[in-house]
């Protein structure tokens, strides 16, 4: 039988870390598709701190943060066929993460992957969804081409280098320091390149032989802007997460975009359209999960009980972590 009430942690109000709270809440019933997921992990991610230190998220949002979770359904809505309860999933949420129970959309709700325990399962979702869309469905990446990817050592990058290897592409990455560096190494990157000490045009550059990245995934942008389309080869897409923050003036360089031809996009997962995470879900269940746990694995930096969110979020806020910061479930 369901409990009636739940812990979780709530955004109090715009702020830093300490502005997240644990605060008692009703367990939430599943609509029409949609089901309850008994939460034994969840996934912090940047969106996350974003969302907290503007203190709401998009319209109609939860205050309680979190895009991510794996554990066991707990209940089913009206009209759910492909889960009963007791079936362990991971599952992408509009929000709610950060508690013991969280709804999730049984469309956007996926099985754990074989030789996967719940633990790595919940840093699988919003990486992996960010890193095909941007990287193969925005960035049209292909067996035999480049990627630069920007910040290799985060949840998102450690993923993306997996997959493009998994494709058959080549992968340079950039990360701040010479521990993260070896990580992308490690994951397969042909080259790591230590931002703070080098050049990343000139290492992608000396990397490719000249050819330049065909498709870069950054999550700086600002400062980065003119840097990027110079490392891109001719025909190259750049794929932003990020539109950096406000700090730094620059300017897009239109004539060098015209000059080799390239195409400029980017995305935010948490507001795209049903429809199109469906679609991701579709694309990485054929052609990703049957290579979990061999191929591609979440990197797991660390895992903090639920009343450690404020630590969490701080955590992430140094940029010191590799890979993946977890919530456990009381």
Same mark, same amino acid.
């Given at each position: 039988?369901?409990?009636?009430?739940?812990?979780?942690? %709530?955004?109090?109000?715009?702020?830093?870390?300490?502005?997240?709270?644990?605060?008692?809440?009703?367990?939430?019933?599943?609509?029409?598709?949609e089901v309850?997921?008994?939460?034994?992990?969840?996934?912090?991610?940047? @969106?996350?701190?974003?969302?907290?230190?503007?203190?709401?998220?998009?319209?109609?949002?939860?205050? +309680?943060?979190?895009?991510?979770?794996?554990?066991?359904?707990?209940?089913?809505?009206?009209?759910?066929?492909?889960?009963?309860?007791?079936?362990?999933?991971?599952?992408?949420?509009? /929000?709610?993460?950060?508690?013991?129970?969280? +709804?999730?959309?049984?469309?956007?709700?996926?099985?754990?992957?074989?030789?996967?325990?719940?633990?790595?399962?919940?840093?699988?979702?919003?990486? $992996?969804? =960010?890193?095909?869309?941007?990287?193969?469905?925005?960035?049209? $990446?292909?067996?035999?081409?480049?990627?630069?990817? *920007?910040?290799?050592?985060?949840?998102?990058?450690? #993923?993306?280098?997996? $997959?493009a290897r998994?494709?058959?592409?080549?992968?340079?990455?950039?990360?701040?320091?010479?521990?993260?560096?070896?990580?992308?190494?490690?994951?397969?990157?042909?080259?790591?390149?230590? &931002?703070?000490?080098?050049?990343?045009?000139?290492?992608?550059?000396?990397?490719?032989?000249? *050819?330049?990245?065909?498709?870069?995934?950054?999550?700086?942008?600002?400062? &980065?802007?003119?840097?990027?389309?110079?490392?891109?080869?001719?025909?190259?897409?750049?794929?932003?997460?990020?539109?950096?923050?406000g700090s730094?003036?620059?300017?897009?360089?239109?004539?060098?975009?015209?000059?080799?031809?390239?195409?400029?996009?980017?995305?935010?997962?948490?507001?795209?359209?049903?429809? $199109?995470?469906?679609?991701?879900?579709?694309?990485? %269940?054929?052609?990703?999960?049957?290579?979990? /746990? =061999?191929?591609? #694995?979440?990197?797991?930096?660390? +895992?903090?009980?639920?009343?450690?969110?404020?630590?969490?979020?701080?955590?992430?806020? #140094?940029?010191? @972590?590799?890979?993946? +910061?977890?919530?456990?479930?009381?």
């Amino acid at each position: 039988m369901l409990p009636k009430t739940m812990n979780a942690i %709530t955004i109090a109000r715009a702020g830093g870390p300490e502005v997240l709270q644990q605060v008692t809440r009703p367990v939430p019933e599943p609509r029409a598709g949609e089901v309850l997921i008994k939460v034994a992990f969840a996934g912090i991610n940047r @969106h996350d701190c974003g969302q907290r230190n503007r203190g709401f998220g998009p319209p109609g949002a939860t205050d +309680i943060p979190g895009l991510e979770v794996a554990g066991e359904v707990a209940a089913t809505g009206p009209g759910v066929t492909r889960w009963k309860s007791g079936d362990k999933v991971c599952a992408l949420v509009n /929000g709610g993460g950060y508690a013991q129970y969280c +709804i999730a959309a049984e469309t956007i709700t996926l099985p754990i992957p074989e030789r996967f325990d719940l633990k790595q399962a919940a840093g699988l979702p919003e990486a $992996l969804f =960010t890193a095909w869309l941007n990287v193969f469905m925005l960035g049209r $990446l292909k067996s035999g081409e480049w990627l630069l990817v *920007h910040g290799g050592s985060s949840g998102v990058g450690t #993923t993306a280098i997996q $997959l493009a290897r998994l494709e058959g592409a080549s992968v340079v990455a950039t990360a701040g320091s010479a521990e993260k560096c070896a990580l992308c190494m490690k994951l397969g990157a042909s080259a790591a390149i230590n &931002y703070r000490d080098a050049d990343f045009v000139e290492g992608t550059k000396r990397a490719t032989a000249d *050819h330049g990245a065909d498709v870069i995934l950054d999550m700086v942008g600002g400062s &980065y802007a003119k840097r990027n389309v110079a490392a891109l080869a001719t025909d190259g897409r750049l794929v932003h997460l990020s539109g950096g923050d406000g700090s730094t003036e620059f300017c897009v360089p239109v004539a060098a975009i015209m000059a080799k031809r390239a195409v400029v996009t980017g995305s935010q997962l948490r507001v795209s359209p049903l429809p $199109l995470k469906i679609e991701i879900v579709r694309q990485v %269940t054929e052609r990703v999960w049957p290579h979990l /746990g =061999t191929k591609v #694995t979440p990197v797991i930096h660390t +895992i903090l009980p639920l009343d450690q969110a404020a630590a969490a979020h701080a955590l992430m806020e #140094t940029s010191t @972590h590799l890979g993946k +910061i977890l919530l456990a479930m009381p």
